[in-house]
């Protein structure tokens, strides 16, 4: 094998590749130092069509993934990178990753470039399945898992015309053990980033959001820069009071997704504060895999209040969190009761998110090629199933489609029940005039 450089500039520039990124740069000496064409054994077509066997992946993508192995002969320098991907994905302190930094493996170069990063991905799949093996995890879970390398390497395909992939950021949750998919959906760890506290009533075991002091709000309870606007003047700016014994006041959001213009009080004794930004989560995500039917979907959550306790028990988290195109509330009220989304969006306690806007719902919904297609061209999206006529009507009619978020606490999973919407909901008295009265009482 010929490897004709230890310099990362000129292995990049003998592939015409454009400068990686500072964080490539800083960490090539020391990956090279460890290189040995002798452990590139992720190269060799029999672990390829071995680690696809066992990873259940269809003939086409494990036949395509085993021709491309051909580019490492016609561009040596590869091996180099490969070994590089391979060190930072495997041997390397998650948090220095810059994904955003990788070098893009041109077409140029050959159709099967596009799978350069699959065999990165591939040759963690072992030692991943071991280190799960001896952490009592099913082999079930564990491949199920690593099923959405498939799923993104054909995503490629959706969206390009050809096998490949660039997901090798998301990828690399699953490689390090963080994601896990159960059941219908999958669930990382995560840390809850939305300045929102989230409160439970002791007795009733009620619970509601309140909105994090100085929040700016739109009239609707949408956060003043949702859909584009970014310097939008807010109708009104929330309040998160805990200065007062024995008293939190706040602006509560409505489980239906919107915040509230009148503040509550909360009395500490009766209240008790169970989840803040940076508390752990378990974010929630929904591979492409099909409908998300609704049985599936309570089955996945009540299999990972099991899993999750008795794989991690020292890694405790408080909610499941989810942010997403189809937590629109809106969706609502515009697609009919039976619809999957609906009646996920019914179980979970909604809330506005900041900045909100329609990119990942037409992205998702249109295809990456609409991501940003402006409101007067909305005819030219694709018109195929209900979803997509209702998008366009909506915009249409002048209205917008935004991302939102939600929250499910594991003890309050009771599937089908809509528990914030019926069970637990905590319709506070508005106590607003009453404020308003006692503070200009004080002031007279
Ligand atoms: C999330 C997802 C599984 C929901 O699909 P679903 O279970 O069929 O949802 P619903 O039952 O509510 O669908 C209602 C209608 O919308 C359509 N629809 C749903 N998701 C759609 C999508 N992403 N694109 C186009 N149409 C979609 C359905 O086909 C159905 O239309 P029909 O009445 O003409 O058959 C699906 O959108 C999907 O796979 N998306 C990609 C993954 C994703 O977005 N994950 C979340 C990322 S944060």
């Not at 940076?278 to 979907?297: F, K, N, R, Y």
Request: one cysteine or more; a neutral charge; proline letters at 7%.
């Amino acid at each position: 094998m010929k490897n004709s450089t230890n310099d990362l500039e000129q292995a990049l520039a003998a592939l015409n590749l454009t400068s990686a990124g500072e964080s490539w740069r800083k960490s090539w000496p020391a990956s090279q130092a460890l290189f040995d064409p002798g452990k590139l054994f992720f190269l060799n077509p029999e672990f390829v069509a071995d680690t696809c066997r066992t990873l259940g992946m269809a003939a086409d993508v494990r036949d395509a993934l085993i021709r491309a192995l051909d580019i490492f002969n016609r561009h040596p320098e590869l091996h180099r990178l490969a070994w590089h991907g391979h060190v930072l994905l495997f041997q390397t302190p998650g948090d220095t990753l810059r994904f955003d930094e990788w070098p893009r493996i041109p077409r140029e170069l050959g159709e099967s470039a596009t799978l350069f990063y699959a065999f990165v991905v591939l040759s963690g799949v072992p030692a991943l399945l071991k280190k799960q093996r001896d952490l009592g995890i099913p082999e079930s879970i564990t491949l199920d898992t690593l099923s959405d390398i498939e799923l993104w390497i054909k995503e490629h395909r959706n969206q390009y015309g050809i096998l490949g992939l660039d997901a090798i950021g998301w990828l690399y949750n699953h490689m390090s053990g963080r994601l896990f998919k159960i059941g219908r959906l999958q669930f990382r760890f995560e840390v809850w980033d939305y300045d929102l506290h989230a409160f439970r009533r002791r007795q009733s075991r009620q619970a509601i959001l309140l909105a994090g002091d100085k929040m700016p709000f739109r009239e609707d309870g949408q956060f003043a820069d949702a859909d584009g606007a970014a310097d939008a003047a807010p109708a009104w700016v929330s309040i998160f009071d805990t200065s007062r014994a024995g008293v939190i006041r706040g602006h509560p959001i409505a489980p239906e997704g919107h915040a509230r213009p009148n503040t509550v009080e909360l009395a500490r004794a009766e209240w008790d504060e169970i989840f803040k930004k940076g508390d752990p989560a378990l974010g929630v995500h929904i591979p492409a895999t099909g409908p998300m039917s609704h049985q599936e979907c309570g089955e996945s959550f009540r299999q990972a209040c099991r899993f999750f306790p008795a794989h991690f028990p020292d890694r405790p988290w408080k909610a499941f969190t989810c942010t997403s195109w189809l937590l629109d509330p809106q969706f609502e009220r515009q697609l009919p009761e039976s619809s999957n989304i609906v009646r996920f969006l019914g179980e979970m306690y909604l809330h506005p998110v900041p900045k909100a806007n329609a990119r990942q719902t037409y992205q998702r919904v249109f295809g990456p090629a609409f991501e940003s297609l402006p409101m007067e061209r909305m005819d030219e999206a694709p018109q195929t199933t209900s979803l997509q006529r209702i998008l366009v009507q909506h915009v249409k009619a002048g209205k917008r489609w935004r991302m939102g978020g939600c929250v499910l606490f594991p003890e309050d999973l009771d599937w089908r029940a809509q528990v914030y919407r019926k069970v637990l909901r905590a319709d506070l008295p508005d106590l607003s005039a009453y404020i308003e009265k006692r503070s200009s009482d004080a002031l007279g």
